[in-house]
C-alpha cells in the first residue's frame, strides 16, 4: 500500500522553497531554505551537500553558514555570501527523518535566466542544423563519387580493343602495314601524274597489288 505523505502526517517530507531552478547573481548571498514538514519531532540533524559532497562550514571559502529553526516545521537556511561560478550546481539537504530534497543553483554573471534558456534552446538548434548540414554535405559527395566511377568505367569501357580486332592473325596485320605505306608513296607521286585513284580507296581495298599497278601506271604516264 503506497502512502501519500502529503496526507498522511506520519510520514515526514523536506523541501527547498523556491526550487527546483534558483538563479542568483554573481556576488550576491545564495539563501537556500530547507523545511520539513510533518514530523512528530524536529529532525536530530540536517546536512547540505553541494555535488554530492557534505558542506563544510569552516572551509578556507568562507562565508558558509547554516541557520536551523526548530518547530512544527523545521527550516534549515545554507547562506553562501559573495556568491562565484563556482558555486553554481546541485545543493541538497538530507534530513535525519525524511528524505533529501534538492535544488540546483545557477550563479548568473551579468546574464538573464530567460537569455540562459533561449541560449541553450539555440544551441540544441545549432547541433541539429550542423547534423543536417553534414548529412547534405554527405550525400553530395556521394553522388560525386558515384558520377566519376560512372565516367571511368564508360572510359574503360571505351578504350578495351573489340575482340574482332584482337583476333586478326598476325599477317593480316603485316599486309594492312605495308597497305598503308604504299598509299602513303602513292599519294605523294598522284599530284605529278594526275592519277584518278585516291588513297582512300586503296586503303579500302587493303591489296598491296592494286597499289604497285597504279604506282607502275602514273610512272608510264611522266
Not at 6 to 16: E, L, Q, R, S, V
Not at 194 to 214: A, M, P
Request: proline residues 5%; aromatic residues 4%.
Amino acid at each position: 500500500m503506497l502512502i501519500d505523505p502529503i496526507t498522511d502526517p506520519a510520514i515526514p517530507t523536506a523541501t527547498i522553497i523556491g526550487g527546483p531552478d534558483l538563479h542568483v547573481d554573481k556576488g550576491s548571498t545564495i539563501n537556500l531554505t530547507c523545511a520539513v514538514k510533518y514530523s512528530p519531532e524536529p529532525p536530530a540533524y540536517i546536512f547540505w551537500y553541494h555535488h554530492d559532497e557534505v558542506i563544510s562550514y569552516d572551509s578556507s571559502r568562507g562565508g558558509v553558514s547554516v541557520i536551523t529553526e526548530k518547530g512544527d516545521v523545521t527550516t534549515s537556511h545554507l547562506l553562501i555570501q559573495n556568491a562565484d561560478l563556482d558555486d553554481s550546481g546541485k545543493y541538497s539537504c538530507s534530513p535525519s527523518n525524511a528524505d533529501v530534497a534538492s535544488v540546483r543553483v545557477h550563479v548568473l554573471n551579468g546574464e538573464h535566466p530567460e537569455a540562459m534558456q533561449t541560449g541553450a534552446a539555440s544551441s540544441y538548434v545549432v547541433r541539429r542544423s550542423d547534423r543536417r548540414l553534414l548529412s547534405i554535405v554527405l550525400a553530395s559527395l556521394l553522388a560525386v563519387l558515384l558520377t566519376v566511377r560512372r565516367q571511368l568505367s564508360n572510359l574503360a569501357g571505351s578504350a578495351t580493343i573489340p575482340s574482332g580486332l584482337a583476333s586478326i592473325p598476325g599477317r593480316h596485320r603485316r599486309s594492312n602495314r605495308v597497305a598503308n605505306r604504299s598509299a602513303a608513296r602513292l599519294e605523294a607521286t598522284s599530284s605529278s601524274c594526275y592519277s584518278r585513284w585516291t588513297t582512300t580507296e586503296l586503303i579500302r581495298s587493303g591489296s598491296i597489288g592494286h597499289v604497285n599497278s597504279i604506282a607502275v601506271r602514273c610512272a608510264s604516264r611522266r
